[in-house]
């Protein structure tokens, strides 16, 4: 399978845990995205990588969140003291850098995250 | 700042009858680059069609066809004889040349009943 994948797919933690998602990208893109997407919205982008460098990140991600690409592969999603309003689904994408000829973003399947 | 308005929050059709989503953008870049995605109850996002801001050809593929307006800022995307596999939601998005990320709009969900 050479697409995007994303563990877990689905995550129920207790209000205050720490939870962490991983996101493995297509091979040969350089550019990681993580999006956030809530009930009946659009993807949220949350953050950005090309290569190992994390170049934005976007004014929702709270100081609880963090990220890292250690080596340019796969990527991690860290959150802190996890609320109610983290509840979501944590989209991860990989594309070749824009002004490509392919510039779209694939997707990985998500991993929904619930907490009580 | 960029963004993108799909107008309808839910369409419902009939198996074969044709149905277009409407998709308004806004942005400052003079080159940049539309996309419509599609997103199944299984959660995945799927590509489904890239325009470049430079191109204003419509394209037809199978039963899906787009239509690019630069003049007012519209990528509709119109589907023919829809069947129920169909039942989706849809977004539209938008990269300008210098973005980092894909700007998406809130989607339009599309129900097609036989």
């Known amino acids: 399978d050479t697409g995007v994948s994303q563990d877990p797919r689905h995550k129920i933690t207790k209000r205050g845990q720490n939870v962490t998602f991983r996101c493995d990208p297509i091979?040969?893109?350089?550019?990681l995205y993580w999006y956030r997407q809530t009930l009946g919205q659009g993807p949220e982008f949350l953050t950005y990588?090309?290569?190992?460098?994390?170049?934005?990140k976007s004014r929702l991600l709270s100081d609880r969140f963090s990220a890292e690409r250690p080596k340019g592969s796969f990527s991690t999603l860290e959150i802190q003291r996890t609320e109610q309003g983290d509840s979501a689904m944590y989209l991860c994408?990989?594309?070749?850098?824009?002004?490509?000829?392919?510039?779209?973003?694939?997707f990985g399947q998500g991993t929904r995250l619930t907490v009580v | 700042a960029q963004k993108v308005t799909q107008a309808q929050t839910e369409i419902s059709v009939v198996e074969k009858e044709d149905v277009t989503l409407d998709c308004v953008y806004e942005?400052?870049?003079?080159?940049?680059?539309l996309f419509w995605y599609k997103q199944p109850p299984s959660g995945e996002l799927v590509f489904l069609i890239r325009?470049?801001?430079?191109?204003?050809q419509n394209e037809i593929s199978g039963r899906y066809s787009w239509n690019f307006q630069k003049s007012t800022s519209s990528f509709n995307f119109t589907i023919t004889a829809s069947q129920v596999v169909d039942s989706a939601v849809y977004f539209c998005?938008?990269?300008?040349?210098?973005?980092?990320?894909?700007?998406f709009g809130k989607g339009t969900t599309l129900s097609v009943s036989s």
């Open positions: 091979s040969e893109h350089n550019r």
């Open positions: 994408a990989s594309s070749l850098p824009t002004g490509s000829m392919n510039t779209e973003a694939f």
């Open positions: 990588f090309q290569n190992e460098a994390q170049l934005e």
């Open positions: 325009r470049n801001s430079f191109d204003e």
């Open positions: 998005a938008l990269i300008g040349q210098a973005g980092t990320a894909l700007i």
């Open positions: 942005t400052r870049d003079t080159t940049y680059y």
